[in-house]
């Protein structure tokens, strides 16, 4: 068994009209950007908010009666339980979902709002599917793997359809990579439909398990990424069978390069993205020669981000953007200091967010204070115009 576009196209049949149709839409200002068209599947419109559930739905609509009374269960850090959850529920199905400590809250709140029975176990997602497998088999119901499927495969592969009928002259196609089910049905449909296209895997630095595999490299995996969804130690061995020879190539990507895209996203874009949503977009931000002038297809492929984590990560690009500024001054701990400071920095038209005044460093005379001034600035130039200005007045400065 494998996957075929057959299968992939009734796959495409018998979840239609019951997942969204997502729109393929060209972003001018990101292509812009990058010297490459662009063209971006909103996945992250699905109900669920990722492309996942048209898997999950393929697969549960292949079971049959006695499976479906039988009930279902699946590992998943969030998408493949909404997913299953979600549609489980639609179709009267029981689920349970085996989720790892440390899944964003707003992926277990969302998973249990959709239906199904949620049990937090194991430290990751390898533990936590071990466990879901276990007492499946102890309950005699049926275990539904988020990637190592082919049904889950097939159904993930409409992405391809659906975007190669929008836009049927695009030259590469950039998917992420956790376990392989989604590269995997997207790169069986698109070399079946266009056998020139390229098709582009993309992985987190801290979880390069396809990238490893082909290379025959041992490269370890693990760490707390921002990609949560594609954070799998190994990929699918059906998955990875199924994709590798099709894939043309793997990027692998760093966490800064994922916290940029998802910026881009909600400022250029006004859209939000999950880390492994963004995965092919910070691909193209962080290799832009690869792209250059190509009809590139990204997929946005989950919108499910943690609210405070998102706030983190678009002040980081201030951060990065030199749009935050912490000035460290050591001056003297004596009335109007502060004040001296805060003139320069409001005639310079710099903004202050915060202040921290501390006499308590032991490197800092006892006479002598610092003082962290936060500064909302324009841009970078700005930024070191500020910074020159505070130097001229005689005190030792920092900028971070």
Same mark, same amino acid.
């Given at each position: 068994?494998? !996957?075929?576009?057959?299968? *992939?196209? $009734?796959?495409?049949?018998?979840?239609?009209?019951?997942?969204v149709h997502t729109p393929c839409a060209y972003s001018q200002k990101l292509s812009a950007m990058t010297r490459a068209q662009l063209w971006i599947k909103f996945e992250n419109q699905q109900y669920t908010s990722a492309f996942k559930e048209r898997g999950a739905l393929n697969k549960l609509m292949t079971l049959s009666e006695d499976e479906r009374a039988r009930g279902v269960y699946a590992a998943s850090a969030g998408n493949h339980a909404q997913g299953i959850a979600y549609h489980a529920t639609r179709l009267g199905i029981p689920a349970t979902i085996v989720m790892p400590h440390g899944t964003p809250f707003v992926k277990v709140q969302k998973t249990q709002s959709f239906?199904? /029975?949620?049990? *937090?176990?194991?430290?990751?997602?390898d533990e936590s599917s071990a466990y879901a497998q276990k007492v499946c088999e102890e309950a005699g119901a049926v275990y539904i793997h988020p990637f190592n499927d082919y049904d889950v495969m097939a159904g993930q592969g409409t992405v391809a359809l659906e975007m190669l009928e929008a836009v049927p002259d695009l030259d590469v196609l950039?998917?992420? *990579?956790?376990? @392989?089910?989604?590269?995997?049905?997207?790169? !069986?449909?698109a070399k079946a439909l266009k056998p020139w296209i390229k098709v582009i895997g993309v992985e987190a630095s801290m979880y390069p398990s396809f990238a490893a595999k082909r290379r025959g490299l041992n490269t370890p995996s693990g760490g707390s990424t921002i990609a949560e969804g594609i954070a799998v130690k190994e990929?699918?061995?059906?998955?990875?069978?199924?994709?590798?020879?099709?894939?043309?190539? !793997?990027?692998?990507? $760093?966490?800064?390069?994922?916290?940029?895209?998802?910026?881009?996203?909600?400022? *250029?874009?006004? %859209? !939000?993205?999950? @880390?492994?949503?963004?995965?092919?977009? &910070?691909?193209?931000?962080?290799?832009?020669?690869?792209?250059? @002038?190509? /009809?590139?297809?990204?997929?946005?492929? @989950?919108g499910n981000i943690d609210m405070r984590l998102l706030a983190s990560v678009l002040q980081r690009e201030?951060? #990065?953007? /030199?749009r935050l500024v912490t000035y460290r001054i050591l001056g003297d701990d004596r009335p109007g200091m502060l004040t001296l400071m805060a003139d320069v920095i409001s005639r310079k038209g710099g903004n202050i967010v915060d202040v921290a005044h501390n006499r308590l460093v032991l490197d800092v005379p006892a006479k002598g204070a610092e003082f962290d001034i936060l500064v909302e600035t324009q841009? &970078? #130039?700005?930024?070191?115009?500020i910074s020159?200005?505070?130097?001229? %007045?005689?005190?030792?400065? #920092?900028?971070d």
């Open positions: 068994m494998s !996957v075929s576009l057959q299968n *992939i196209q $009734d796959a495409a049949e018998r979840i239609s009209g019951h997942v239906g199904a /029975k949620v049990v *937090i176990e194991g430290a990751n997602y950039l998917v992420p *990579i956790g376990g @392989g089910g989604l590269v995997a049905g997207m790169a !069986v449909a990929v699918g061995n059906l998955s990875y069978e199924v994709a590798n020879p099709l894939v043309d190539d !793997v990027l692998v990507i $760093d966490e800064a390069d994922f916290e940029r895209a998802i910026a881009a996203y909600v400022n *250029i874009e006004k %859209t !939000v993205a999950e @880390g492994a949503g963004a995965a092919g977009l &910070a691909a193209v931000m962080r290799y832009p020669e690869k792209f250059e @002038g190509q /009809k590139v297809g990204l997929i946005l492929c @989950g201030l951060v #990065r953007e /030199k841009d &970078a #130039r700005h930024a070191h115009e020159e200005a505070l130097r001229a %007045t005689g005190y030792a400065l #920092r900028m």
